[in-house]
């Protein structure tokens, strides 16, 4: 009897024991705890595939603020304003001076002489280029003149010239009327039509450029070139 006693005892602990750790296990249970720590096991050399950055929607060029050209204001009579200083040690003022007349009589079309001080070697003209719109590459479309005053100031070795009042003279039209004359200044702060303003400025603006380096080009002294060096 006592034989079976202790089986029957022995029974009853393993049953009470299995059922305590299914407790424990069974999520359902009452006793599962939430917080207890995952035991699931992490393979840390798995790759984790983040997903593919989108790429940012392309802005429609219609809705960006157009950007006009910006120029040079001369701060005192808040005129446009192009400058330019070269030194050229090899030339003599009276070089530049004889130079700087020449380049006006074959570049300068209709120039009207405004000051001709060659005591001060200084010289001022007024003075206009053909006006271009430029369609394409290879395609220009003449839209009147570029009229303005160019002063030119010369030292030993060295010159400047500024070009400023400028102003576009339209076309003619074909009935006879009158062209029309606005100032650079009034383009370039015009509310109205600021595409088409701008648009003229910086046409303007490229010839005008290319005028500069013209004119410093042509002032260069010519390479004298010694008689034994050859």
């Not at 648009?199 to 004119?215: G, S, W, Y």
């Amino acid at each position: 009897m006592k034989y079976m006693y202790k089986l029957v005892v022995l029974a009853l602990l393993i049953f009470v024991s299995q059922y305590s750790i299914a407790q424990i296990q069974d999520p359902t249970s009452p006793t599962y705890d939430a917080t207890s720590p995952d035991t699931t096991v992490v393979d840390s050399n798995a790759i984790i595939e983040e997903s593919p950055a989108q790429p940012a929607a392309p802005i429609d060029p219609f809705l960006k603020p157009y950007e006009k050209i910006v120029l040079n204001i001369d701060s005192t009579t808040n005129l446009i304003t192009y400058n330019m200083i070269v030194e050229q040690e090899e030339s003599g003022s009276d070089s530049l001076y004889v130079r700087i007349k020449r380049w006006v009589q074959i570049n300068l079309d209709k120039s009207i002489k405004v000051e001709m001080d060659k005591r001060n070697q200084k010289l001022v003209y007024i003075a206009s280029i053909p006006a271009y719109t430029y369609i394409s590459k290879y395609t220009k479309r003449e839209i009147g003149r570029f009229e303005f005053k160019i002063t030119f100031l010369i030292k030993e070795g060295r010159y400047k010239f500024q070009i400023t009042n400028l102003v576009h003279e339209t076309v003619k039209p074909a009935d006879g009327g009158k062209s029309n004359r606005n100032y650079f200044e009034y383009y370039y702060t015009s509310t109205t039509k600021i595409r088409e303003n701008d648009i003229i400025l910086r046409n303007a603006n490229k010839d005008i450029l290319k005028m500069m380096e013209n004119i410093k080009l042509y002032l260069r002294e010519p390479v004298l070139i010694d008689e034994d060096d050859w």
